[in-house]
């Protein structure tokens, strides 16, 4: 079964055409990354499925109950402590104090924040740690899908690595369905259960592939093995660095 399904949707900004005869579907407990290069709409397309933004036609079918998005900047308020941003949305949902209280601290220990943390404001704590208020905010929701838009492309490796293998984790506990977009087929080989490729001009997703095992059961010889397969050997990948300023920089 789908939890979410993209047909033939369209979008353009300003009559400039962003997205064109977009297929793609996300089962249950599904991970599907998405990747393409800089600019061919991905952001755009995680936007129209969420339901944030209004596609020109098409249909979307939603089957999950809540979702919750995860971007590449944690995007916190500053004026609230690393547990006043967890719980933002469950204020806006008017759930009582209590039970905040609680959701809180559950969301806190699946992002592996310490109890200590929670008091600090966002100018106090180092990027991975933001990042990790910005999971626990959205898993503090209990999103049956999560959308991700490149989260963790601004973090090092090593921490990179294991924002991932948190990921992973919580989603193959909690059973998540997700897409998540990254520039990094590497991160999509780890994460993901299939790799979907989007056109450069955003014309269409061009296909997918299955990754074998699931994820968290893949060693990094494997993971790397498949990347460097998909890079060398399939013609889906040929083009998934075109235009993108950031591999030159
Ligand atoms: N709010 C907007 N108004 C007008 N044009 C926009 C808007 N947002 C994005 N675009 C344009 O739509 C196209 C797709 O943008 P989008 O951000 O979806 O790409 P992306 O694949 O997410 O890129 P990146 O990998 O750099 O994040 C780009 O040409 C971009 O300039
Ligand atoms: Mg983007």
């Not at 838009?149 to 506990?173: G, K, N």
């Not at 997703?205 to 050997?233: I, K, M, Y």
């Amino acid at each position: 079964m789908n939890v979410l399904a993209l047909h033939s949707v369209e979008h353009a900004y300003l009559g400039r055409s962003v997205l064109k005869g977009i297929e793609l579907s996300v089962g249950t407990s599904e991970i599907v990354a998405l990747v393409g290069p800089s600019g061919c709409g991905k952001s755009t397309l995680a936007q129209v499925a969420a339901g944030l933004l209004e596609p020109k036609s098409g249909r979307i079918e939603r089957q999950y109950r809540r979702h919750a998005m995860i971007f590449q900047d944690p995007s916190l308020l500053p004026w609230a402590t690393a547990a006043g941003n967890i719980a933002f949305g469950l204020r806006l949902a008017r759930l009582p104090r209590r039970q905040r209280a609680a959701r809180v601290a559950e969301a806190a220990a699946l992002a592996e924040l310490e109890p200590g943390d929670l008091g600090k404001y966002p100018v106090e704590l180092s990027g991975g740690m933001r990042q990790r208020v910005a999971i626990a905010r959205a898993l503090a929701v209990r999103p049956d899908f999560i959308y991700f838009d490149e989260p963790f492309t601004a973090l090092d490796v090593a921490l990179r690595r294991r924002m991932q293998d948190l990921v992973i984790a919580t989603c193959a506990d909690a059973g998540l369905a997700g897409l998540f977009i990254t520039h990094d087929l590497h991160e999509a080989a780890r994460i993901a259960h299939r790799v979907a490729v989007l056109d450069t001009y955003g014309a269409g997703v061009l296909g997918d592939r299955p990754l074998p095992g699931r994820p968290g059961s893949r060693s990094e010889a494997q993971v790397q093995d498949w990347v460097g397969a998909a890079l060398s050997r399939d013609p889906l990948f040929r083009h998934i660095h075109d235009v993108d300023e950031r591999q030159i920089a």
